[in-house]
Protein backbone atom coordinates (compact mmCIF):
# COMPACT_ATOMS: atom_id res chain seq x y z
CA UNK A 1 0.00 0.00 0.00
CA UNK A 2 1.40 3.53 -1.01
CA UNK A 3 0.34 6.41 0.64
CA UNK A 4 1.25 9.25 -1.44
CA UNK A 5 1.48 12.70 0.71
CA UNK A 6 1.01 16.22 -1.27
CA UNK A 7 2.31 18.89 0.77
CA UNK A 8 1.33 22.59 -0.64
CA UNK A 9 3.76 25.22 -1.01
CA UNK A 10 2.96 28.56 -1.18
CA UNK A 11 5.34 30.05 -3.55
CA UNK A 12 4.57 33.54 -2.06
CA UNK A 13 5.37 32.77 1.70
CA UNK A 14 8.85 30.65 -0.01
CA UNK A 15 9.41 34.08 -1.88
CA UNK A 16 9.08 35.96 1.09
CA UNK A 17 11.19 34.29 3.49
CA UNK A 18 14.14 33.85 0.64
CA UNK A 19 13.93 37.42 0.50
CA UNK A 20 13.98 38.54 3.86
CA UNK A 21 16.53 36.54 4.50
CA UNK A 22 18.89 38.05 1.82
CA UNK A 23 18.26 41.29 2.72
CA UNK A 24 19.37 40.27 6.56
CA UNK A 25 22.78 38.87 4.90
CA UNK A 26 23.21 41.93 2.72
CA UNK A 27 22.73 44.13 5.87
CA UNK A 28 24.63 42.04 8.16
CA UNK A 29 27.64 42.09 5.26
CA UNK A 30 26.88 45.85 4.85
CA UNK A 31 27.35 46.71 8.45
CA UNK A 32 30.71 44.98 9.06
CA UNK A 33 31.91 45.74 6.01
CA UNK A 34 31.67 49.86 6.63
CA UNK A 35 30.83 50.17 9.97
CA UNK A 36 33.60 48.72 11.35
CA UNK A 37 35.75 51.44 9.61
CA UNK A 38 34.13 54.44 11.57
CA UNK A 39 34.10 52.73 14.80
CA UNK A 40 37.91 51.95 14.47
CA UNK A 41 38.77 48.87 16.28
CA UNK A 42 35.53 47.85 17.83
CA UNK A 43 34.49 44.74 16.77
CA UNK A 44 30.76 45.06 15.39
CA UNK A 45 30.76 41.58 13.97
CA UNK A 46 28.45 39.75 16.93
CA UNK A 47 26.36 42.90 17.83
CA UNK A 48 25.10 43.33 13.84
CA UNK A 49 24.66 39.50 13.57
CA UNK A 50 22.62 39.68 17.33
CA UNK A 51 20.74 42.39 16.15
CA UNK A 52 19.04 40.66 13.33
CA UNK A 53 18.89 37.12 14.69
CA UNK A 54 16.74 38.97 17.66
CA UNK A 55 14.49 41.28 14.83
CA UNK A 56 14.00 38.03 12.59
CA UNK A 57 12.88 36.23 15.97
CA UNK A 58 10.70 38.79 17.35
CA UNK A 59 8.84 39.77 13.75
CA UNK A 60 8.53 35.41 13.46
CA UNK A 61 6.91 36.05 17.28
CA UNK A 62 4.18 39.03 15.81
CA UNK A 63 3.20 36.32 12.72
CA UNK A 64 2.34 33.15 15.06
CA UNK A 65 0.92 35.63 17.81
CA UNK A 66 -1.73 36.97 15.72
CA UNK A 67 -2.19 34.40 13.32
CA UNK A 68 -5.78 33.52 12.40
CA UNK A 69 -6.70 36.69 13.91
CA UNK A 70 -8.96 38.82 11.48
CA UNK A 71 -7.87 41.01 9.49
CA UNK A 72 -8.66 45.20 9.95
CA UNK A 73 -8.98 46.92 6.52
CA UNK A 74 -5.89 49.16 6.09
CA UNK A 75 -7.00 53.02 5.72
CA UNK A 76 -6.56 54.03 1.99
CA UNK A 77 -6.28 57.15 0.29
CA UNK A 78 -8.84 57.84 -2.80
CA UNK A 79 -6.63 60.57 -4.24
CA UNK A 80 -3.26 58.93 -4.12
CA UNK A 81 -0.88 61.30 -5.86
CA UNK A 82 -2.16 64.13 -4.05
CA UNK A 83 -1.23 62.29 -1.21
CA UNK A 84 2.06 61.74 -2.42
CA UNK A 85 2.59 65.29 -2.47
CA UNK A 86 1.17 65.63 1.57
CA UNK A 87 3.39 62.91 2.42
CA UNK A 88 6.55 64.54 1.11
CA UNK A 89 5.70 67.62 2.18
CA UNK A 90 5.81 66.08 5.97
CA UNK A 91 8.84 64.27 5.99
CA UNK A 92 10.31 67.46 4.62
CA UNK A 93 8.79 69.56 7.40
CA UNK A 94 10.28 66.63 9.66
CA UNK A 95 13.55 66.50 8.00
CA UNK A 96 14.16 70.45 8.00
CA UNK A 97 12.91 70.23 11.84
CA UNK A 98 15.77 67.11 12.30
CA UNK A 99 18.71 68.99 10.54
CA UNK A 100 18.03 72.24 12.51
CA UNK A 101 18.77 69.47 15.83
CA UNK A 102 21.87 68.43 14.78
CA UNK A 103 23.25 71.71 13.48
CA UNK A 104 22.03 73.05 16.57
CA UNK A 105 22.94 70.13 19.16
CA UNK A 106 26.07 71.33 21.33
CA UNK A 107 23.49 74.40 22.20
CA UNK A 108 20.32 72.23 22.97
CA UNK A 109 23.10 69.72 25.10
CA UNK A 110 23.94 72.64 27.06
CA UNK A 111 20.26 73.51 27.29
CA UNK A 112 19.57 70.62 28.67
CA UNK A 113 22.46 70.20 31.43
CA UNK A 114 20.92 73.42 32.57
CA UNK A 115 17.75 72.16 32.81
CA UNK A 116 18.49 69.22 34.91
CA UNK A 117 20.56 71.06 37.37
CA UNK A 118 17.45 73.52 37.63
CA UNK A 119 15.43 70.67 38.37
CA UNK A 120 18.30 69.28 40.99
CA UNK A 121 18.66 65.78 38.47
CA UNK A 122 21.55 63.52 39.18
CA UNK A 123 20.96 61.04 36.51
CA UNK A 124 22.57 62.27 33.16
CA UNK A 125 20.37 59.87 31.43
CA UNK A 126 16.90 60.71 32.90
CA UNK A 127 18.07 64.42 32.44
CA UNK A 128 19.06 63.98 28.65
CA UNK A 129 15.90 62.19 27.87
CA UNK A 130 13.40 64.46 29.44
CA UNK A 131 15.44 67.47 27.63
CA UNK A 132 14.98 66.14 24.78
CA UNK A 133 11.54 65.32 25.28
CA UNK A 134 10.43 68.78 26.68
CA UNK A 135 12.11 70.51 23.30
CA UNK A 136 10.92 68.03 21.01
CA UNK A 137 7.10 67.95 21.79
CA UNK A 138 5.32 70.62 20.41
CA UNK A 139 7.30 69.43 16.63
CA UNK A 140 6.36 66.23 17.22
CA UNK A 141 2.58 67.65 17.88
CA UNK A 142 3.12 69.07 14.81
CA UNK A 143 3.67 66.01 12.99
CA UNK A 144 1.20 64.26 14.58
CA UNK A 145 -1.81 66.12 14.08
CA UNK A 146 -0.67 66.25 10.69
CA UNK A 147 -0.98 62.63 9.97
CA UNK A 148 -3.72 62.78 11.98
CA UNK A 149 -5.62 65.47 9.44
CA UNK A 150 -4.57 63.28 6.43
CA UNK A 151 -5.93 60.01 7.83
CA UNK A 152 -9.64 61.59 7.65
CA UNK A 153 -11.82 58.41 8.54
CA UNK A 154 -9.46 56.12 9.42
CA UNK A 155 -8.29 58.08 12.66
CA UNK A 156 -9.66 55.05 14.88
CA UNK A 157 -6.66 53.01 13.79
CA UNK A 158 -4.16 55.81 15.89
CA UNK A 159 -5.84 56.22 19.05
CA UNK A 160 -7.62 52.02 19.66
CA UNK A 161 -6.70 48.90 20.41
CA UNK A 162 -8.44 45.93 21.96
CA UNK A 163 -7.66 43.22 24.45
CA UNK A 164 -5.69 41.44 22.26
CA UNK A 165 -3.52 43.76 21.23
CA UNK A 166 -2.81 44.66 24.85
CA UNK A 167 -1.85 40.89 25.62
CA UNK A 168 0.68 41.06 22.18
CA UNK A 169 1.96 44.31 23.62
CA UNK A 170 2.19 42.59 27.75
CA UNK A 171 3.68 39.21 25.92
CA UNK A 172 6.37 41.44 23.55
CA UNK A 173 7.20 43.80 26.85
CA UNK A 174 8.19 40.52 28.63
CA UNK A 175 9.45 39.14 25.76
CA UNK A 176 12.28 41.49 25.38
CA UNK A 177 13.13 42.00 28.51
CA UNK A 178 14.16 38.67 28.85
CA UNK A 179 16.53 39.03 25.84
CA UNK A 180 18.38 42.08 27.15
CA UNK A 181 18.82 39.81 30.02
CA UNK A 182 19.54 36.49 28.24
CA UNK A 183 21.85 38.93 25.71
CA UNK A 184 23.53 40.42 29.22
CA UNK A 185 24.47 37.39 30.54
CA UNK A 186 26.01 36.22 26.86
CA UNK A 187 27.84 38.74 26.62
CA UNK A 188 29.10 39.34 29.87
CA UNK A 189 27.07 43.36 30.65
CA UNK A 190 25.67 44.42 33.16
CA UNK A 191 22.10 44.50 34.40
CA UNK A 192 21.78 47.53 36.56
CA UNK A 193 21.19 49.41 33.56
CA UNK A 194 17.96 47.56 32.22
CA UNK A 195 15.72 50.26 33.48
CA UNK A 196 16.08 53.95 34.75
CA UNK A 197 16.06 54.22 38.52
CA UNK A 198 11.82 54.37 39.37
CA UNK A 199 11.29 57.90 39.90
CA UNK A 200 8.97 60.96 39.02
CA UNK A 201 11.14 62.02 36.57
CA UNK A 202 11.84 58.71 34.48
CA UNK A 203 7.93 58.48 34.79
CA UNK A 204 7.58 61.74 33.21
CA UNK A 205 10.08 60.91 30.46
CA UNK A 206 8.05 57.88 29.59
CA UNK A 207 5.43 60.02 29.21
CA UNK A 208 6.89 62.50 27.04
CA UNK A 209 8.61 59.96 24.94
CA UNK A 210 5.18 58.08 24.41
CA UNK A 211 4.11 61.63 22.59
CA UNK A 212 7.26 62.43 21.10
CA UNK A 213 8.99 59.69 20.11
CA UNK A 214 6.40 56.45 20.17
CA UNK A 215 3.28 58.08 19.01
CA UNK A 216 4.40 60.72 16.82
CA UNK A 217 6.86 58.72 14.97
CA UNK A 218 4.61 55.32 14.58
CA UNK A 219 1.74 57.59 13.32
CA UNK A 220 3.84 58.82 10.81
CA UNK A 221 6.21 56.41 9.50
CA UNK A 222 3.75 53.27 10.17
CA UNK A 223 0.27 54.58 10.32
CA UNK A 224 0.42 57.12 7.59
CA UNK A 225 3.10 55.62 5.24
CA UNK A 226 2.72 51.93 5.63
CA UNK A 227 -1.03 52.10 3.85
CA UNK A 228 0.15 54.82 1.42
CA UNK A 229 2.93 53.10 -0.07
CA UNK A 230 0.80 49.83 -0.04
CA UNK A 231 -1.86 51.22 -1.90
CA UNK A 232 0.76 51.98 -4.70
CA UNK A 233 3.73 49.03 -4.29
CA UNK A 234 0.81 46.62 -3.52
CA UNK A 235 3.62 44.85 -1.64
CA UNK A 236 3.47 44.44 2.46
CA UNK A 237 7.51 43.70 1.97
CA UNK A 238 8.12 46.24 -0.25
CA UNK A 239 5.76 48.60 1.82
CA UNK A 240 7.40 47.90 4.96
CA UNK A 241 11.21 48.73 3.72
CA UNK A 242 10.36 52.10 2.33
CA UNK A 243 8.53 52.86 5.78
CA UNK A 244 11.50 51.80 7.69
CA UNK A 245 14.00 53.18 5.43
CA UNK A 246 12.43 56.93 5.75
CA UNK A 247 12.38 56.10 9.72
CA UNK A 248 16.22 55.30 9.68
CA UNK A 249 16.55 57.73 7.41
CA UNK A 250 15.53 60.24 10.43
CA UNK A 251 17.28 58.33 12.98
CA UNK A 252 21.17 57.81 11.69
CA UNK A 253 22.40 61.49 11.48
CA UNK A 254 21.49 62.00 14.60
CA UNK A 255 23.25 58.16 16.24
CA UNK A 256 26.10 59.34 13.91
CA UNK A 257 26.56 63.05 16.05
CA UNK A 258 26.14 60.84 18.98
CA UNK A 259 28.96 58.31 18.61
CA UNK A 260 31.53 61.30 17.08
CA UNK A 261 31.83 59.92 13.50
CA UNK A 262 33.76 63.32 11.63
CA UNK A 263 31.95 62.31 8.18
CA UNK A 264 30.48 59.21 5.81
CA UNK A 265 30.12 60.15 2.25
CA UNK A 266 26.25 60.29 0.81
CA UNK A 267 26.33 56.54 -0.09
CA UNK A 268 27.25 55.20 2.82
CA UNK A 269 24.67 57.53 4.53
CA UNK A 270 22.11 55.77 2.14
CA UNK A 271 23.49 52.38 2.84
CA UNK A 272 23.13 52.61 6.28
CA UNK A 273 19.66 53.62 5.63
CA UNK A 274 18.37 50.84 3.98
CA UNK A 275 20.51 48.41 6.03
CA UNK A 276 20.59 49.73 9.33
CA UNK A 277 22.77 49.03 12.22
CA UNK A 278 19.55 47.94 14.29
CA UNK A 279 16.60 46.51 12.47
CA UNK A 280 14.05 48.10 15.00
CA UNK A 281 11.68 49.63 12.29
CA UNK A 282 11.32 46.44 10.60
CA UNK A 283 9.68 45.22 13.96
CA UNK A 284 8.00 48.01 14.55
CA UNK A 285 6.28 47.76 10.88
CA UNK A 286 5.72 43.79 11.11
CA UNK A 287 3.67 44.62 14.68
CA UNK A 288 1.82 47.00 13.20
CA UNK A 289 1.05 45.08 9.97
CA UNK A 290 -0.36 42.38 12.11
CA UNK A 291 -2.47 44.29 14.46
CA UNK A 292 -3.57 47.22 11.93
CA UNK A 293 -3.02 49.74 15.29
CA UNK A 294 -0.65 52.05 15.58
CA UNK A 295 -1.09 52.25 19.31
CA UNK A 296 0.21 49.27 20.44
CA UNK A 297 3.72 49.95 18.66
CA UNK A 298 3.88 53.39 19.92
CA UNK A 299 3.76 51.53 23.68
CA UNK A 300 6.43 49.13 22.65
CA UNK A 301 8.43 51.53 20.74
CA UNK A 302 8.17 54.08 23.65
CA UNK A 303 9.35 50.92 26.64
CA UNK A 304 12.16 50.03 23.80
CA UNK A 305 13.09 54.25 24.33
CA UNK A 306 12.26 54.03 28.54
CA UNK A 307 14.52 50.88 29.20
CA UNK A 308 17.67 49.19 27.97
CA UNK A 309 17.25 47.97 24.35
CA UNK A 310 17.63 43.98 23.70
CA UNK A 311 19.78 45.24 20.73
CA UNK A 312 23.60 46.17 20.91
Given at each position: ?57 L ?36 A ?28 P ?20 F ?58 L ?48 PL ?58
Open positions: MVISLKVHVNRKVWIRSIAVILYCMIAIWVNIRFLGVFLGNVNVDKSIIWNYAVGLFCLMVILMTRGQRSRPLPVFPHKIREIGFAVAILLINGILLLVWTHLHFIMRAIALLGHKLGLSNEVVLKLGNALFVLPISLFIFMCFWRLKSNRKTLVSMTWKDGIIVIVFLGLTTAIAFLRNQIFGLPNTNLFPPLSLASIVFVFQFFINGWQEETLYRGYLVPLMLSFLQSPFLSLWFASIFFDASHIWIYGIHFSSIAWWQYILFCIFPFQPTGWVFGVLYYRTRRVLPVALYHTYLLWGFPFIM
